[in-house]
């Protein structure tokens, strides 16, 4: 069982920056892969970004490409998900994931989720 705990999100203007972090418990961290997901009021939840177990392979929606990154700290067990030049498109709940599989940009591969945190960008 992983255990998954995100933190970090708030309210910022468009243009602004927001780190989120998400603390892993549970397993050997280097041997998961994380991702970030979000749902917006009114839709699906999306892939946003993700990282292959170790972190040797990263991977962004082309809505975020640029203004997101995506990194991993293996000793403090923790993914974090630095996101610049917001736009007010981005206001949704977003969610990490960890998975024991190969495919880290598919919804249905992760098999641990946390509680989400929010992020509103206003204009």
């Known amino acids: 069982q992983v255990q998954l705990t995100e933190s970090g999100g708030g309210l910022v203007q468009a243009g602004d920056s927001l780190r989120l972090s998400c603390a892993a418990s549970g397993r050997t961290f280097s041997s998961l892969g994380m991702g970030w997901f979000r749902q917006a009021p009114g839709r699906e939840r999306e892939f946003v970004a993700a990282s292959r177990r170790g972190g040797a392979s990263t991977y962004y929606a082309d809505s975020v490409k640029g203004r997101f990154t995506i990194s991993r700290d293996n000793d403090r067990n923790t993914v974090y998900l630095q996101m610049n030049s917001l736009k007010p498109e981005d206001t949704a709940v977003y969610y990490c994931?960890?998975?024991?599989?190969?495919?880290?940009?598919?919804?249905?591969?992760?098999?641990?989720w946390g509680q989400g945190t929010q992020v509103t960008v206003s204009s």
């Open positions: 994931a960890a998975t024991l599989k190969i495919l880290v940009t598919i919804q249905s591969q992760y098999d641990y």
